[in-house]
């Protein structure tokens, strides 16, 4: 392991734990032939070249941060990966896993970003912004897993996805982001991401097979406008319903951003 530079005495925290880590993912996959040891080795070869070793200035919640996320990108992709890579058909219709990819997609621009910017350098506003999005997305995903699994098993891999990672990403927005950035407005707009489910989960409902071994061709019964039991007109309820709740969650996310603006923002400067 390489000797600990003296710039990193503050960081004594993520120096130790990382190089530990780093050096137990290694030990595990190093051997091991194909994508999955690849995926590990190249992203933590990542985190471990470009942050431990370089801090380049960073402050110490940039620094802090960025390994969050490295452990968020590693977590979320191996999970997603060992899902779609037995059942990639089946699960991908699914707003759950639809909103797990586009949320590790997200991170993993995000994680880059903050790798390409220089010392403490904060992210433009449009991309806390669309963090906004990303947030709440991922939020409805374990508030209506949570809700609609009720006390039966889950899967490690669905805890993982639908439990563990909504709380990781919104925790790196409590105590990462800085708070005071999104609109008044915004709430409006992040209802794109699910409309766009909408209108996709339609689309493949009348042009697509059946999926998997469920008996029917929608993702969910409730945006199945031929059931005999729903119909069009229930279906633009449930449609509506669901609208107005990603609406209400995301003014509650930005009452919540709004509350802790001052409070994060004044210290910003001194981590």
Same mark, same amino acid.
Request: proline content about 4%.
């Given at each position: 392991?390489?000797?600990?530079?003296? +710039?990193?005495?503050?960081?004594?925290?993520?120096?130790?734990?990382?190089? &530990?880590?780093?050096?137990?993912? %290694?030990?595990?996959?190093?051997?091991?032939?194909?994508?999955?040891?690849? @995926?590990?080795?190249?992203?933590?070869?990542?985190? +471990?070249?470009? !942050? $431990?070793?370089?801090?380049?200035?960073?402050?110490?919640?940039?620094? =802090?941060?960025?390994? @969050?996320?490295?452990?968020?990108?590693?977590?979320?992709?191996?999970? =997603?990966?060992?899902? &779609?890579?037995?059942?990639?058909?089946?699960?991908?219709?699914?707003?759950?896993? %639809?909103?797990?990819?586009?949320?590790? !997609?997200?991170?993993?621009?995000?994680?880059?970003?903050?790798? !390409?910017?220089?010392?403490?350098?904060?992210?433009?506003?449009? $991309? =806390?912004?669309?963090?906004?999005? $990303?947030? &709440?997305?991922?939020?409805?995903? #374990?508030?209506?897993?949570?809700?609609?699994?009720?006390?039966?098993?889950?899967?490690? %891999?669905?805890?993982?996805?639908?439990?563990?990672?909504?709380?990781?990403? *919104?925790?790196?927005?409590?105590?990462?982001?800085?708070? #005071?950035?999104?609109?008044? %407005?915004?709430? *409006?707009?992040?209802?794109?991401?699910?409309?766009?489910?909408?209108? *996709?989960? =339609?689309?493949?409902?009348?042009?697509?097979?059946? $999926?998997?071994?469920?008996? #029917?061709?929608?993702?969910?019964?409730? /945006?199945?406008?031929?059931?005999?039991?729903?119909?069009?007109?229930?279906?633009?309820?449930?449609?509506?319903?669901? /609208?107005?709740?990603? !609406?209400?969650?995301?003014?509650?996310?930005?009452?919540?951003?709004?509350?802790?603006?001052?409070?994060?923002?004044?210290?910003?400067?001194?981590?």
């Amino acid at each position: 392991m390489a000797a600990r530079p003296a +710039h990193h005495a503050e960081e004594g925290f993520v120096w130790k734990y990382g190089e &530990l880590v780093y050096t137990r993912i %290694q030990t595990i996959y190093y051997d091991k032939e194909g994508f999955f040891g690849n @995926y590990w080795l190249a992203v933590f070869n990542a985190i +471990h070249t470009k !942050l $431990i070793k370089k801090s380049n200035g960073m402050s110490r919640r940039k620094h =802090l941060s960025l390994f @969050y996320r490295g452990i968020y990108i590693l977590l979320a992709g191996i999970t =997603l990966l060992m899902g &779609l890579g037995t059942n990639g058909n089946y699960l991908l219709v699914y707003y759950t896993t %639809q909103s797990n990819i586009l949320c590790f !997609l997200f991170f993993l621009f995000y994680f880059i970003h903050g790798l !390409l910017k220089k010392g403490t350098t904060k992210p433009g506003d449009l $991309i =806390l912004r669309l963090k906004g999005a $990303i947030t &709440l997305c991922i939020a409805v995903t #374990g508030i209506v897993f949570t809700v609609l699994s009720g006390p039966e098993y889950v899967s490690l %891999q669905s805890s993982i996805l639908h439990y563990i990672c909504p709380v990781m990403v *919104f925790l790196d927005y409590l105590f990462f982001d800085e708070k #005071g950035k999104y609109k008044p %407005q915004d709430p *409006f707009l992040w209802l794109i991401i699910p409309a766009l489910y909408v209108v *996709f989960a =339609l689309v493949r409902g009348f042009l697509g097979g059946e $999926i998997g071994d469920t008996g #029917g061709n929608f993702p969910y019964p409730f /945006l199945d406008p031929t059931s005999t039991g729903m119909g069009v007109y229930m279906s633009a309820l449930y449609v509506g319903v669901m /609208l107005i709740v990603f !609406l209400t969650l995301g003014y509650i996310i930005f009452a919540i951003d709004k509350i802790l603006v001052k409070k994060y923002n004044d210290n910003w400067s001194s981590t």
